[in-house]
């Protein structure tokens, strides 16, 4: 697959990261395969997450293609640089052409990357979170690698003003070990799994991050359960059952 537009994205998005002094710290990368087809199912609570999930792959030499709305495609904007990077388009409407892609680029020894919570994560844990990436792998018959980002939610998250101006901000990111997966596994079952590897993965960087609250001003940013004042599970899904709500109604 031609990589045109790919590797300029990474040097822009690196220049951008050293621009804002970000400490960036990689755990797990030997995880990841140096060729060959792979699904990596990452955590999301922010908007610059499929930039770190990106990085996270990058020790070992690989370009992740992601799986994203397909507002994103039509914007004129971001459509082009998504197509010519190769990432795969979602159309709720019409999914099964979007997972045939994925399958084929995985067949093809492709990285494929999904956010399996499906949105930003308002509390900060790992929410329900849908079985394709498990479908995926076992189907191709390639390692799903379950990753976790945190720290990014401090710059750009849902609901909170850009700061993408702050300087020094720790990031964590961690790659757990493969999970195999054949297409006769127990779906519901190797989900749960998943779920539960990604909420290890997170709450383990959770509890090593270098930074704290500056105050309670600033607490926004940790999960209910370590004494930030981020909403709890069961708010944050109540608010995003009001958001769904206000768009339908719109």
Not at 97 to 117: I, N
Request: hydrophobic share 40%.
């Amino acid at each position: 697959m031609s990589d045109i537009i790919y590797p300029p994205v990474i040097a822009a998005a690196k220049v951008m990261l050293r621009l804002l002094d970000m400490r960036i710290r990689i755990d797990g990368a030997q995880h990841i395969p140096p060729s060959g087809g792979a699904v990596i199912a990452c955590n999301h609570v922010s908007y610059l997450d499929f930039i770190l999930c990106g990085l996270g792959a990058r020790p070992a030499g690989r370009l992740v293609r992601f799986m994203a709305k397909k507002e994103v495609f039509d914007h004129r904007v971001s459509g082009p640089l998504m197509r010519g990077m190769h990432h795969i388009p979602v159309d709720r409407a019409s999914g099964l052409a979007s997972y045939r892609q994925a399958l084929g680029a995985l067949r093809a020894g492709e990285v494929v990357g999904v956010f399996p919570e499906a949105t930003i994560s308002r509390s900060f844990t790992i929410k329900d979170v849908k079985s394709g990436a498990v479908r995926m792998a076992g189907v191709a018959g390639v390692p799903l690698i379950p990753m976790t980002v945190w720290g990014g939610q401090r710059l750009w998250t849902k609901g909170r003003p850009r700061t993408l101006n702050r300087r020094h901000v720790p990031i964590s990111i961690t790659v757990g070990e493969p999970m195999t997966l054949g297409r006769r596994d127990n779906q519901e079952l190797a989900t749960a799994e998943l779920r539960a590897r990604l909420s290890n993965l997170l709450d383990s960087a959770q509890r090593n991050y270098p930074d704290t609250p500056a105050g309670p001003d600033d607490a926004w940013w940790q999960p209910a359960h370590l004494g930030g004042s981020a909403p709890t599970p069961e708010m944050a899904a109540a608010l995003d059952a009001a958001g769904s709500a206000d768009r339908h109604s719109g």
